[in-house]
């Protein structure tokens, strides 16, 4: 555990008041301490266990999967090395496989959850799988670089098909009946509740190519948070956009000044956690605003640079997880040293 016993100037927020010679109070903000968990992992995506006190995190450089134990101190409980690149990863509807997907070949690997081992592989046409998403009636929707469309796999038959479903960054409503996308442009939403696919709603342009940083379904149902980068102007996206789920109206913005890394939401939706990009002159902060009237409430430092998709919530609401990169770590001459990301616990207020 670190323990940070700095007090550094910040503008606008939470904050004892300082009187010195009768002036005006200054705004401070103490950093409060936090657990670190050293990994030295290029971490491609992060998930927490519905039932057990555990976090899941691919790491894409060493083609493995790790099991970090969160139920005290952090620590890394199993490592299963799985294939080439993995990149994505869902836990079935009924919470007894996690489903990792394979970025360097054409596979999904299923794993055990119960025990943690290997339990099969299911082929994919697709070279350069992206994203993936499982539904609840077995069937798992793959999306690809390579690919226009994304096709399905049913499970245990292994059968694929080609959908009419554009490829992107995937989610799936909690009843399987619904699968959104976002794409390098563009929300769509396809409707699965007839047996067939039909398109449903899409949202309006985004006015540029977009890269995903994220896409986050809301606990409660009503909203999709996405973080969206403009990699030909670092400067130009400076929010986290929220749609409805109904119709893929836009529904508000979250002001960061930078493009967003990740983005995590409570259980009741009220409070919405966001991972920027860019530092302010005080360091690297978790942002946490209130969803309803989308203003900061809250700053927590973390203890390097964010990554996409590198921050999850745990089911009580008590603690963020961050993937952190400390900028200290790649002046040398270490191969792969800026890929050398670690693991941040923090308690939220």
Aim: with cysteine; glycine share 6%; charged share 25%.
């Amino acid at each position: 555990m670190l323990r940070v016993a700095m007090i550094a100037l910040v503008a606008g927020v939470t904050q004892c008041d300082l009187y010195v010679n009768s002036e005006e109070p200054e705004n401070y903000y103490e950093f409060r301490e936090f657990d670190i968990l050293t990994l030295g992992k290029n971490i491609s995506d992060m998930m927490l266990d519905p039932q057990r006190p555990y976090l899941y995190l691919t790491d894409y450089g060493n083609n493995a999967v790790l099991r970090i134990d969160v139920s005290d101190k952090m620590k890394v409980d199993r490592t299963l090395v799985l294939g080439s690149h993995p990149i994505a990863m869902d836990i079935t509807p009924d919470q007894h496989n996690l489903i990792v997907a394979l970025n360097g070949e054409s596979n999904l690997k299923i794993i055990e959850l119960a025990d943690f081992t290997f339990a099969d592989k299911v082929p994919v046409s697709l070279v350069g799988i992206n994203d993936f998403v499982c539904n609840t009636n077995s069937r798992i929707f793959v999306s690809a670089y390579t690919e226009p469309n994304v096709v399905s796999l049913t499970l245990p038959d292994k059968q694929e098909r080609e959908e009419i479903i554009r490829s992107g960054e995937l989610l799936a409503s909690p009843d399987g009946n619904k699968i959104f996308v976002a794409s390098t442009n563009i929300l769509q939403k396809y409707d699965l509740s007839s047996g067939f696919i039909t398109q449903e709603a899409w949202s309006a342009p985004f006015g540029f190519q977009a890269k995903i940083n994220d896409f986050v379904y809301d606990p409660t149902g009503g909203q999709l948070f996405l973080c969206l980068a403009d990699e030909e102007d670092h400067t130009r996206v400076r929010d986290i956009l929220a749609f409805s789920t109904d119709d893929l109206t836009l529904t508000g913005k979250f002001e960061i000044k930078s493009a967003g890394m990740g983005v995590a939401v409570s259980k009741d939706g009220k409070r919405v956690f966001v991972a920027p990009t860019d530092a302010d002159a005080a360091g690297v902060f978790i942002v946490e605003f209130d969803a309803e009237t989308k203003l900061e409430k809250e700053y927590y430092l973390v203890a390097g640079n964010l990554k996409p998709k590198g921050i999850v919530i745990d089911q009580t609401d008590q603690y963020l997880y961050v993937v952190v990169n400390s900028p200290g770590d790649n002046d040398s001459f270490e191969p792969y040293n800026n890929n050398s990301f670690d693991l941040q616990r923090i308690k939220v207020f």
